[in-house]
């Protein structure tokens, strides 16, 4: 009983928290909103937009940088991304209005062919659905940047974060986690995500969020704070993504966590089931209340209306015509996106070098073992260790055997993570199947959490070696006295 009462105040205190988290950073969001809708100085006009106007009406909605299908960018939600960002109060509009309302000027179409022709005979949209959090950096960087420009700085920016990533990473000698993160960087082109923001939104948070965690790791650690800082996470993708490949914020740092935590079987599951239910109510949480506060200060019930009906297309197993999206058609559909030839030499790369330092693990500690073993027969007679001392340094005794056991299921768990990919498919089916062009990158997760096994798999051999190493090293002491 008395354990009972508690595990109730410990969910009871974890509840709270959450809680008092999420109405904090609803807070924050909503302020943030509205203060730069407050310093919003921009229109249609001037040299900024002129130049921006020039650079997309001669681009497509979908370009590619490279010859390759999987780096098409998406420029219809960019341009629709820097019309609301542009887009002039209105003069009977309160600041909170304007930023619930989230409005856009364009003509009919595609919002980039605003920028094709005379935006004065456009048509104003409200867009309230979403907190379109990337304004408060958008904005700012429209009032002196054109679209070119913005291009650059994200560019810069993601490989800063990339470089700190890789650095943080090799400082905290996790250095078995940057070839696999590089590689799922490599699979869903980098160079298209630097180029559009509307792909950056949930990279940057992958890349801050991992940063931002490996630093805190111990205070996270020692203070279980796991489920606050995934919920965290998650509002954070609900507040600046438009619904690309979301999910990838949650399954980068989760992997994460598993593979550099040291964690049992069971607390590996138990970690994975709070840090996922976190985010997810995090995100959906963060969602509603940009529904909730815009249908209040708007005093239009239609903005639910237009949630439900979104969220129920969003999540449908038909396409708008009603055909019924089966498994078949979403991954015969992805798979244009998924065999590029950059797909495969990645594959391969990573396959062969894992395989070469595996077995790089493998044989040097062999030869390492072997060489101990020979030194110990040539030590005089009163120095040598009884031979049932050696069963230390054998292969197949019970306790390895534990230990790889132990290995192998962390890296089942590991593997295991990649179905992420696969559920939110099932889930989010409909606006996976038609933009696959920018839901493929779901797939990062699957490429991230099979790529760490051949890394993660060799780091513990190779430091459970080293361990027994040095056990065997003490009992030879030991048996030498």
């Known amino acids: ?108 179409g595609s919002p980039r062919k605003a920028f094709e022709g005379d935006i004065s005979k456009g048509k104003d949209y409200e867009y309230s659905r979403y907190w379109h959090g990337y304004l408060i950096f958008l904005k700012p960087l429209l009032k002196y940047f054109d679209f070119s420009q913005i291009r650059i700085i994200n560019a810069m920016f993601q490989g800063c974060l990339l470089f700190a990533l890789i650095a943080i990473l090799f400082k905290k000698k996790y250095g078995f986690v940057i070839i696999p993160f590089l590689c799922a960087y490599a699979l869903i082109s980098p160079l298209t995500i630097a180029s559009s923001m509307q792909y950056s939104s949930a990279w940057n948070i992958v890349l801050i969020s991992s940063i931002v965690y490996l630093l805190l790791q111990n205070k996270i650690i020692e203070h279980n704070l796991h489920y606050l800082y995934f919920a965290l996470v998650g509002m954070l993708t609900s507040y600046f993504d438009l619904l690309t490949y979301p999910i990838a914020t949650l399954g980068f740092l989760l992997i994460i966590v598993i593979a550099t935590e040291k964690l049992t079987v069971w607390e590996s599951i138990k970690k994975i089931l709070i840090c996922g239910l976190s985010w997810t109510f995090g995100y959906g949480i963060m969602w509603l209340a940009k529904i909730l506060i815009a249908s209040i200060v708007l005093k239009d019930s239609d903005v639910f209306g237009e949630a439900q009906k979104a969220l129920l297309s969003r999540g449908s197993s038909n396409t708008s015509k009603g055909t ?24 391969i790369f990573v396959g062969i070098t894992g395989t070469i330092y595996l077995a790089w693990t493998i044989v040097k500690n062999k030869v390492s ?4 073993w020979l030194d110990r027969f040539k030590k005089s007679d009163d120095e040598i260790v009884e031979i049932e001392d050696l069963n230390s340094y054998s292969y197949l005794d019970s306790e390895i055997t534990r230990n790889v056991l132990s290995i192998i299921s962390k890296l089942i768990i590991i593997g295991a993570l990649s179905l992420i990919t696969i559920v939110w498919y099932k889930v989010i089916r409909q606006h996976s199947y038609v933009h696959t062009f920018m839901t493929y990158r779901t797939f990062s997760v699957m490429y991230f959490a099979l790529f760490m096994i051949l890394f993660k798999l060799s780091y513990d051999l190779n430091r459970w070696f080293a361990f027994k190493s040095k056990r065997g090293k003490k009992s030879t002491k030991g048996g030498t006295k």
Do not use: W
Request: with cysteine.
């Open 369 to 372: 073992k072997i060489r101990e």
């Open 1 to 108: 009983m008395k354990k009972s009462k508690f595990d109730f105040k410990k969910f009871g205190l974890r509840t709270s928290n959450l809680i008092i988290l999420s109405l904090i950073c609803i807070l924050v969001g909503f302020v943030l909103i509205v203060a730069t809708y407050g310093f919003n100085e921009l229109d249609y006009s001037g040299d900024v937009y002129t130049r921006t106007a020039a650079l997309l009406s001669k681009e497509s909605d979908y370009k590619k940088v490279t010859i390759h299908d999987n780096s098409a960018l998406d420029n219809f939600t960019d341009s629709l991304m820097i019309l609301t960002a542009m887009h002039p109060n209105k003069s009977g509009d309160s600041l909170v209005a304007s930023a619930m309302k989230n409005s856009r000027t364009q003509l009919s």
């Open 324 to 347: 019924p999206i089966t498994d078949e058609m979403l991954y015969e559909k992805l798979s244009k996106y998924l065999t590029d030839d950059i797909v495969a030499r990645s594959s």
